[in-house]
T-cell receptor, first 108, second 114 residues
Framework: RKEVEQDPGPFNVPEGATVAFNCTYSNSASQSFFWYRQDCRKEPKLLMSVYSSGNEDGRFTAQLNRASQYISLLIRDSKLSDSATYLCVVPQARQLTFGSGTQLTVLP | NAGVTQTPKFRVLKTGQSMTLLCAQDMNHEYMYWYRQDPGMGLRLIHYSVGEGTTAKGEVPDGYNVSRLKKQNFLLGLESAAPSQTSVYFC?????????????FGSGTRLTVV
């Protein structure tokens, strides 16, 4: 089992739709988690941190299920500008382990 | 505030040539990292450093060397470039691995080895 696994994608959704991505992790000792956003040919940028059961920031909600070892990211009222690749990230020892990413395209 | 700066942004090397990628951060971060990103592979850790004068191997260290002589700089060296090292290289820094603020990334170096 990979250390961090994400939905294969790609996801193509219309503007205004709600979309959810899932991510599973193998290290049960991990305490904090992150979602990063990466635009085409750009560097990853931190979107949200998740430390307890979940975190909400505007249209974005991240949830954590420690028992099942998965993290989810929910995007409500999708905008064209949300089109990007979303990376699930889990700290492991002294480093972060990145999932391979889920590509989202929001269509007009 | 510059954050994390990588140089160069683009480079084409011939097989067997050597080069050094420079990463500089002005946030007083202890931890610094070098990743490579290939299509369909995600970000893979090459080497990292938990403080000035320290370095450690990541997931894919072969063919690369690093040095952290100053806290703000982390250098990645390719002694004898191979086509398999064609990739996008990202440097990142953080206060520590589980920091609330995550990692700050540089804008990347696109390297092609022919």
């Amino acid at each position: 089992r990979k250390e961090v696994e994400q939905d294969p994608g790609p996801f193509n959704v219309p503007e205004g739709a709600t979309v959810a991505f899932n991510c599973t992790y193998s290290n049960s000792a991990s305490q904090s988690f992150f979602w990063y956003r990466q635009d085409c040919r750009k560097e990853p940028k931190l979107l949200m941190s998740v430390y307890s059961s979940g975190n909400e920031d505007g249209r974005f909600t991240a949830q954590l299920n420690r028992a099942s070892q998965y993290i989810s990211l929910l995007i409500r009222d999708s905008k064209l500008s949300d089109s990007a690749t979303y990376l699930c990230v889990v700290p492991q020892a002294r480093q972060l382990t990145f999932g391979s990413g889920t590509q989202l395209t929001v269509l007009p | 505030n510059a954050g994390v700066t990588q140089t160069p942004k683009f480079r084409v090397l011939k097989t067997g040539q050597s080069m050094t990628l420079l990463c500089a951060q002005d946030m007083n971060h202890e931890y610094m990292y070098w990743y490579r990103q290939d299509p369909g592979m995600g970000l893979r850790l090459i080497h990292y450093s938990v403080g000035e004068g320290t370095t450690a191997k990541g997931e894919v260290p072969d063919g690369y060397n690093v040095s952290r002589l100053k806290k703000q700089n982390f250098l990645l060296g390719l002694e004898s470039a191979a086509p398999s090292q064609t990739s996008v290289y990202f440097c990142a820094s953080s206060y520590w691995a589980g920091s609330n603020y995550g990692y700050t990334f540089g804008s990347g170096t696109r390297l092609t080895v022919v």
